[in-house]
């Protein structure tokens, strides 16, 4: 759950049966793991809005067949194309969403990760756990030199 | 002839297609419903033991996977032979009520509620979310907090809110908390209050919809829903019921081992989902529906205050069976109701603290049946294992799957009502969909695929070129 005192909230989303679609989950466990408040989810969904309304920092995990296979990009949640409210919500949708009904939102980035496989059952590729790993120590070193978050 | 086709529909889970064939005149003479995916969880769970299904079959969907945590877990009680312990069935049925406030939330707040109250003709650029969030943000919020709470039951319950742990073959994995309990009791006031306020909202504006009422899937089929012995709503357990048209019960006391005697299973050619039908008319005479709609057609009463006085108010508003699936977000708003009562009826109860809530036992029958409703309708898990366990052979028969010849009837009718000549127009467009998302139909995503187009719709002639296009 999200702590006030910390402000960094982890959102990472994906199946986890699905190959390197897992990339996501498996990097909000690690850092949960690590003491940051994080959530794994299937997809994104409107009551999140909620849970990040309060935090200063929301930082979306996502696998991403458009990204080299391995590679780690960050950078500020683009805008969404498609419709606000599908089968899933966006991350950006969500950020205005908790906008709109909170009055607050907080400053998104998305890190994705490239995903090389995403078959049914085929667990993490070896670069994308590489990614992940890598992804996990990145995060934990920003969260605390870069924007001075304390974990909980 | 001309064609229209709308790939994919929108805000439903999962991706599914529709075409709609015209005349030269501009009218429709036939639609189709394509479901797109192929799943195949049948196939390569082959092999895998049996009681690894629960966790499994959960991935099929990330917002009904209570629903098949139940059917399968309940499949794999068939198989290990055990009858699980009291406290385990009720916090079993304590987890499955919170999924269908969830997952019923989800459906009226989020997906129709842009419709209902912003409108079907309205701007389709603010009918979403977003939009209900400006114009009606208590509504939208009094959406999430309901989910939420559900959410919190499943989580504090059962491990983890999206595929839970906690549910395992031969009971649960934990005894209730009891800080657990309390923290949902006290979460239960405010959520019933959300409830009754959004179904009394509900009541006052559904009489505007009697155009829509009398096209949206409004006709005669057969009904299917799981019973208690003096025929009140299930959602965990019960017999199957199915009900004629007339209201007459044609065949009832149905326990899960007898699915196959009385559900046929077609092949429709381009659509990956089978039409299930009731064996004894025929297909397609035997077409049923199920879900909220079906499940208060089928029962007598609901065994929960609030819930069977609502109930009753709507079956003298409609009649004691209602053919249009309209009627479906009512029904589903009642069933909010229902399960929040049953909540709390379950904490009410000292055995759900009870710390006996597993059976263990090796393989004890080579096949197994597991049925439960699930927030769209009966969900049927059907394993056959090996003497070591091994899945050797599943069928699931899941909610969407029932529905599929009504939603293709529905469809046709909703589209020859609005959908005239060459040029599309969106609220004819928005109301083909909207029939489809009152079933709240689940098509199973599993996965999340950035860049599609939420909404293509191709008005192509007979050779094949593109007239028309509309995009959202």
């Not at chain 2, 742990?165 to 934990?174: A, C, D, M, Q, Y």
Request: hydrophobic share 40%; proline share 5%.
């Amino acid at each position: 759950m999200n702590s006030e005192a910390d402000g960094l909230l982890i959102i990472g989303y994906g199946s986890s049966l699905r190959g390197d679609d897992d990339a996501g989950p498996q990097v909000a466990r690690q850092l949960r793991r690590r003491g940051f408040s994080a959530i794994e989810t299937h997809q994104l969904t409107p009551e999140l809005a909620q849970e990040i309304s309060s935090a200063r920092v929301a930082l979306f995990v996502d696998a991403d067949a458009a990204v080299e296979p391995g590679r780690i990009r960050v950078g500020t949640v683009p805008d969404s194309s498609s419709s606000p409210f599908d089968h899933q919500v966006s991350p950006s949708s969500l950020v205005q969403l908790t906008r709109e009904l909170y009055g607050r939102a907080p400053a998104a980035l998305l890190l994705a990760i490239g995903g090389a496989c995403y078959e049914v059952g085929a667990g993490l590729s070896t670069p994308v756990r590489r990614a992940v790993r890598g992804a996990v120590d990145g995060v934990a070193s920003a969260a605390r030199t870069v924007f001075d978050f304390r974990r909980r | 002839m001309k064609r229209i086709t709308i790939d994919p529909v929108t805000w439903i889970e999962g991706h599914a297609k529709i075409t709609i064939h015209l005349d030269e005149t501009g009218a429709v003479t036939g639609t189709q419903f394509h479901v797109t995916q192929v799943r195949g969880f049948e196939k390569f769970v082959e092999g895998r033991p049996y009681y690894e299904m629960p966790g499994i079959t959960a991935r099929i969907c990330g917002i009904c996977p209570i629903s098949h945590l139940m059917a399968a877990a309940k499949a794999c009680d068939a198989v290990m032979a055990v009858r699980i312990p009291p406290a385990a069935t009720m916090i079993r049925e304590l987890i499955h009520c919170a999924q269908f406030v969830q997952s019923h939330a989800l459906s009226f707040f989020h997906l129709s509620a842009p419709d209902l109250l912003l409108g079907f003709d309205s701007d389709p650029a603010r009918r979403n979310v977003l939009g209900l969030a400006e114009k009606r943000p208590e509504l939208a919020r009094d959406g999430i907090d309901l989910r939420k709470f559900g959410q919190r039951i499943i989580e504090g319950v059962a491990g983890e809110r999206v595929h839970p742990s906690g549910i395992v073959p031969g009971g649960v994995n934990r005894p209730l908390d009891p800080k657990v309990r309390a923290e949902i009791l006290t979460g239960l006031g405010p959520a019933r209050q959300i409830a009754q306020k959004t179904l009394d909202l509900y009541k006052n504006i559904v009489d505007q919809f009697n155009d829509e009422i009398a096209s949206f899937g409004s006709m005669d089929t057969l009904y299917a829903g799981l019973v208690d012995e003096g025929g009140g709503l299930q959602l965990y357990d019960g017999w199957m019921r199915f009900r004629d048209p007339n209201g007459s019960i044609i065949a009832d006391h149905l326990d899960a081992s007898r699915y196959s005697d009385y559900i046929g299973e077609a092949t429709l050619r381009d659509s990956y989902l089978k039409a299930p039908y009731f064996k004894p008319k025929g297909y397609p005479g035997g077409i049923y529906r199920v879900g909220p709609l079906a499940r208060l057609n089928s029962a007598d009463h609901l065994g929960t205050p609030a819930a069977n006085a609502e109930f009753n108010e709507y079956r003298q508003r409609f009649g004691v069976v209602v053919a249009s699936s309209f009627h479906y977000h009512y029904a589903r708003l009642i069933e909010i109701i229902f399960a929040l009562e049953r909540i709390g009826a379950l904490l009410d109860s000292s055995q759900i603290l009870d710390p006996h809530v597993r059976a263990h036992a090796g393989v004890n029958a080579l096949e197994g049946i597991g049925i439960a409703e699930a927030p769209r309708g009966i969900l049927i898990h059907h394993y056959k294992v090996d003497e070591q366990g091994a899945m050797k052979w599943a069928n699931l028969i899941i909610a969407t799957g029932h529905n599929n010849l009504a939603i293709n009837r529905s469809i046709e009718q909703v589209s020859k009502r609005y959908v005239r000549g060459d040029k599309l127009q969106e609220g004819m467009l928005n109301r083909v969909s909207a029939v489809v998302r009152a079933f709240d139909p689940c098509l199973s995503c599993s996965t999340h695929a950035g860049g599609l187009v939420p909404l293509r719709i191709e008005l192509v002639d007979a050779a094949g070129k593109v007239l028309d296009e509309l995009r959202s």
